[in-house]
């Protein structure tokens, strides 16, 4: 895998490396890939983007505000002061690499290396190719299915936590996202290296693995002709891993044999984020996502039935082409209906490409925006409802690190993966609590989060 130069040194000896991520968990995770890349080469992290002989963007071009950061972000690189070793390389990757290609380069000419979804791997060469050749620039957005990112060197930025891709890619086409034109159709890993990655991590400290995937529910159809999702939550349970958590799961995919597994299955949290968009039929029709507003209430049931604590969350669309307020209140209610805990709510941005963008919608800005901030409240409302079940009450949380702003307010999250925050008791460091299952008596239920006192011993 090493990249060695002419001299045959490591190519990023002693380069100063720094790497920026938006977007999803996908993109937090070939980040973790593309640090460990970059050390296996020599080079050594820095704590900002100024101080950095090389510069990495992991990009997402599922929303907007992602590609405005990008252009931000990269375009301010042309000022910032030379590094130490007199050259910086800026390299964007992720979605939009893949999406624009050399086209990126156009439109922000201080990016050196563009590498695509499925480049990781040759990072280190593209980096060389880019500090050693006249035009400064390496392009790779070649779609190519022989190997996962996974499979190269990580720099896990929690010990405690990993994140476990099982699939990548994804075949379901609704109508305004751009996933399976830049991440490509569904690739599965084989279900031996997910569980084997799995026991490795649970012997390197492991406590907490989340099983990744644009569309877990379904993986394993392209290896396998059939789903193999419940058996592979089984199978990583009998791992030893204490918790599992897993995104993004599509509701039509989610089977009955999944429910049941995951039920059954003691290390599995009771959380679930289904993403539903729209509580509308007539959008869900449109948004192609296959199925009907009473289809996922139904499922939804289904999944409270077997787990009746379970703790639900989803993403939602305000203001996709032609919604109707009817559409809205059909959203407003399903909300109250499913019973959310929380959710991700964006207002609909267009995304070049897709059948959506080609849909002219004449409803009002202010009109989108209102629904947005009704949805928000209830979202709200919701929120701190659910949470007011905590007070009182002891949960389990998985100790992640001390709050940014008080070294002693430590910060993790419960089974349902509610933030809690609790002060670290006299006499015990701060860092000795970080990867520790504590216990904490909750004082006080918040919105967002929880707030009161460890009890017990860390285990
Ligand atoms: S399921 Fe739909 S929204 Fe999710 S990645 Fe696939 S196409 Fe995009």
């Keep these: 895998m090493e990249a060695k130069t002419a001299s045959g040194a490591r190519s990023c000896e002693g380069l100063g490396y720094f790497v920026r991520t938006f977007g999803c968990q996908m993109n937090l995770h070939d980040a973790e890939r593309v640090s460990g890349l970059l050390e296996s080469e020599g080079a050594v992290p820095v704590g900002s983007a100024e101080e950095a002989d090389i510069v990495v963007f992991m990009t997402c071009c599922v929303r907007e505000k992602a590609d405005t950061h990008l252009y931000g972000q990269a375009s301010a690189m042309a000022s910032a002061p030379e590094p130490p070793s007199g050259l910086r390389t800026v390299c964007v990757g992720g979605c939009i690499a893949q999406r624009d290609g050399e086209r990126l380069r156009q439109q922000v000419p201080v990016v050196d290396v563009v590498f695509g979804t499925q480049a990781i791997a040759r990072l280190p060469h593209l980096i060389c190719e880019a500090r050693t ?46 996933v399976p034109y830049v991440r490509g159709r569904e690739r599965s890993r084989a279900f031996e290296d997910v569980v084997d990655e799995v026991r490795r991590l649970v012997a390197d400290g492991a406590r907490e693995v989340t099983l990744l995937g644009q569309n877990v529910n379904s993986y394993g159809r392209d290896l396998y002709g059939e789903p193999r999702f419940a058996e592979l939550l089984r199978a990583v349970g009998d791992t030893g891993i204490e918790r599992i958590r897993f995104t993004s799961s599509h509701p039509k995919d989610l089977s009955d044999d999944t429910i049941r597994a995951m039920a059954e299955t003691p290390a599995v949290m009771p959380q679930l984020h289904l993403a539903v968009q729209s509580g509308s039929t007539d959008v869900l029709r449109r948004m192609n ?11 939804v049931g289904r999944i409270k039935e077997a787990m009746p604590d379970i703790m639900l969350t989803t993403d939602l669309i305000v203001g996709f082409p032609l919604e109707t307020e009817q559409d809205f209140e059909d959203t ?12 991700f709510t964006f207002i609909y941005s267009k995304r070049e490409g897709t059948p959506a963008a080609a849909v002219d919608d004449p409803t009002p800005r202010d009109v989108i925006q209102g629904r947005f901030d009704r949805l928000a409240k209830l979202i709200e409302e919701q929120s701190w409802q659910a949470n007011q079940r905590f007070e009182g009450e002891r949960v389990e949380v998985l100790v992640e690190g001390p709050s940014k702003k008080d070294p002693r307010r430590m910060t993790g999250h419960s089974r ?41 011993e860390p285990r």
């Excluded at 050749?133 to 896990?156: C, I, K, M, Q």
């Excluded at 996502?289 to 499922?299: F, G, P, Q, S």
């Excluded at 407003?332 to 959710?343: D, N, Q, T």
Aim: some cysteine; aromatic content about 10%; overall charge negative.
């Design 133 to 178: 050749g006249e035009a400064g620039l390496a392009v790779d957005t070649e779609e190519r299915y022989d190997g996962f990112s996974t499979d190269l060197p990580s720099h896990r930025a929690s010990k405690a936590q990993a994140w476990v891709p099982i699939m990548y890619g994804c075949n379901n086409f609704c109508s305004y996202c751009v």
């Design 289 to 299: 996502r296959k199925y009907t507003r009473d289809d996922y209430l139904a499922l």
């Design 332 to 343: 407003l209610s399903l909300v109250r209906e499913a019973g959310f805990s929380g959710a």
């Design 416 to 456: 349902e993966s509610v933030t809690v925050h609790f002060p670290a008791p006299e006499g015990v460091e701060p860092a000795d609590l970080v990867g520790t299952l504590v216990d904490v008596h909750v004082e006080q239920a918040r919105t967002w989060y929880l707030a009161g006192s460890m009890v017990g």
